[in-house]
C-alpha cells in the first residue's frame, strides 16, 4: 500500500500549483482522500477532503482559493492551489481512508494511509 504526492515546488505569491497523490497497492475502494500541511514547527493542519462519492470539505484558510478533486478509476487526488500566498508555505501530505468511520472529516485518526509529503514554497 503506498501513497505517492507529487507536484510540489517553488512559487511566486499569487502564483499556482497542482499536487498529486497517487494511491497504490490495493484493490478495493478508497473512501475519503485528504490534504494536510505542516510548516516548520507547527503541527499538521487539514487542508481539504473528498469522499468517494465527490463531497469536499476546506479549510477556511484556503476556501476560494483550493480546489480538490480525485479520480476513483486512477485512486489519485488532486489539489488545485492557486492565489498561494507565503502562509501556504509548508509540506503538504496526502491520506487515504479504506473503508468507512465515523471521525469528523478533519480528523487525522480518519485516514488510514499517508503519504510522504511534498514540499509547497511560496515566495514573497
Known amino acids: 500500500v503506498q501513497l505517492q504526492a507529487s507536484g510540489g515546488g517553488l512559487v511566486q505569491t499569487g502564483g499556482s500549483l497542482t499536487l498529486s497523490c497517487a494511491a497504490s497497492?490495493?484493490?478495493?475502494?478508497?473512501?475519503?482522500m485528504g490534504w494536510y500541511r505542516q510548516a516548520p514547527g507547527k503541527h499538521r493542519d487539514f487542508v481539504a477532503t473528498?469522499?468517494?462519492?465527490?463531497?469536499?470539505n476546506y479549510a477556511d484558510s484556503v476556501k476560494g482559493r483550493f480546489t480538490v478533486s480525485r479520480d476513483n478509476a486512477k485512486n489519485t487526488v488532486y489539489l488545485q492551489m492557486n492565489s498561494l500566498k507565503p502562509g501556504d508555505t509548508a509540506v503538504y501530505y496526502c491520506?487515504?481512508?479504506?473503508?468507512?468511520?465515523?471521525?469528523?472529516?478533519?480528523?487525522?485518526?480518519?485516514?488510514?494511509?499517508w503519504g510522504q509529503g511534498t514540499q509547497v514554497t511560496v515566495s514573497s
Open positions: 491520506a487515504a481512508e479504506i473503508g468507512t468511520s465515523s471521525y469528523y472529516y478533519s480528523d487525522e485518526a480518519k485516514y488510514d494511509y
Open positions: 497497492g490495493w484493490n478495493f475502494a478508497v473512501e475519503s
Open positions: 473528498i469522499t468517494r462519492t465527490g463531497s469536499t
